[in-house]
């Protein structure tokens, strides 16, 4: 930063006592608390984390140091204020996939078209878009998400909410927009799965290297493999009366 840009020493003073004052907000609300969640703790948390990041910017700009403390994000819920018994609820989940081999994706797809006596003839599984629907509208997203391999997918990361409603809507009142609205005051409780918190258990692989490397190659062979065999399938997959035998999924 230059020094016209930086901060007056006046500025870090001034900010390092809204802490002070901020620190002593949040103890007067911890010490009033009507309850586990009170909203006055929580407001009185919020100002305080706010004052301690404009404070460790400030303290940085200034004199390239900082504080010890650790900011928390805004990734954690609010409070909850929904309906204590709740009588309904909605569970909206989000799974994410990178389309890691089409072909295998549309290899799969093509045995879906040719199982559906009532498919178009359009081929939609000749393009990775048309796959997706194929496969989406004959697997439930569940089966999905245990056969992602099988279907070409790599697995993201997911979330699921649990939300809270006062009474159930009525059937097809949301189905036009239906993420508009998510009350994070509703959530009665979330589960996240990521990458990034298994990172801190791959160290340990480390020694295992050379297998790895050594069983890459045979990997891929074994993908070709499987792949021919898939397409061989779309050949041989006949019933008794020599017709596309029904795709069976594993329920």
Not at 15 to 21: D, F, G, Q
Not at 62 to 87: A, C, K, N
Not at 193 to 203: G, L, R
Request: net charge negative; charged share 40%; with cysteine.
């Amino acid at each position: 930063m230059s020094d016209a840009a930086q901060p007056t020493a006046a500025e870090v003073r001034a900010a390092a006592e809204a802490v002070k004052t901020a620190l002593d907000r949040h103890l007067a609300a911890v010490e009033r608390r009507s309850g586990e969640e009170d909203p006055a703790v929580y407001d009185a948390f919020n100002e305080l984390a706010a004052a301690a990041e404009a404070y460790d910017e400030l303290l940085y700009d200034r004199y390239d140091e900082v504080t010890p403390f650790e900011i928390p994000g805004e990734d954690t819920l609010p409070p909850y204020t929904g309906p204590e018994e709740p009588s309904a609820l909605s569970v909206l989940i989000r799974r994410d996939y990178a389309v890691a081999e089409p072909q295998r994706l549309m290899a799969q797809a093509r045995r879906v078209e040719a199982a559906d006596e009532d498919a178009p003839g359009a081929g939609a599984s000749g393009t990775v878009h048309g796959a997706l629907g194929l496969l989406f509208g004959e697997f439930e997203p569940d089966e999905i998400a245990s056969r992602h391999k099988e279907f070409g997918l790599e697995e993201g990361d997911s979330t699921l909410w649990v939300t809270a409603a006062d009474e159930s809507a009525e059937p097809g009142e949301w189905l036009e927009d239906p993420f508009e609205q998510v009350d994070p005051e509703r959530v009665v409780c979330r589960f996240d799965v990521s990458a990034v918190f298994d990172e801190e258990f791959d160290d340990g692989d480390d020694d295992d290297g050379d297998d790895e490397d050594a069983e890459d190659g045979d990997d891929a062979e074994d993908d070709e493999a499987d792949l021919a065999e898939l397409e061989e399938d779309l050949d041989t997959d006949l019933d008794e009366d020599g017709a596309p035998a029904r795709l069976e999924a594993d329920r």
